[in-house]
């Protein structure tokens, strides 16, 4: 049998849990994710886990937050008064706002709290500092 290697374009199914058990994303029900082994397309733990895998074959794959998406970055969390936003802007907790910072690079940060006059923004990937657990099932390598 082919095994999938650095190289292979591949395709799966997955779904994506977080060590409570809850369900941060599946591919299930809908079209597998497809991706190059190797271009730097998934995260770096998800890449090495699909590797050596068969078609048909279903695996576990548990990613630690350095293999995913990093460590949670204090800094990157910050108060803003409501005030500095646009005033017909409507803001909740788990909303994403978009900015770009002075060098050009745009930033999405996500609402994590709210107050009447303040507004937190957390400008870490929402799943930093998390490990993660995919089940894997290998649908083609081509």
């Known amino acids: 049998m082919v095994k999938a290697q650095s190289g292979s374009q ?13 369900v941060f994303d599946s591919s299930v029900g809908g079209e597998p ?4 082994i190797g271009m730097g397309q ?5 890449e090495q886990g699909v590797l050596g895998m068969e078609e048909g074959q279903s695996k576990t794959i548990a990613i630690p937050a350095s293999e995913a998406y990093g460590p949670h970055h204090p800094d990157r969390v910050i108060q803003v008064q409501r005030s500095q936003l646009p005033p017909n802007l409507a803001v909740k907790i788990g909303s994403q706002l978009q900015n770009t910072t002075p060098s050009g690079r745009r930033v999405t940060f996500t609402v ?3 107050t009447d006059t303040q507004v937190t923004l957390d400008g870490n990937h929402p799943l930093a500092g998390k490990d993660l657990t995919f089940l894997v099932q290998m649908m083609r390598i081509g």
């Open 10 to 22: 591949v395709q799966v199914h997955y779904t994506g849990t977080l060590a409570d058990g809850s």
């Open 33 to 36: 994710l497809e991706f190059t």
């Open 42 to 46: 998934m995260i770096q733990g998800f």
């Open 112 to 114: 994590t709290a709210l």
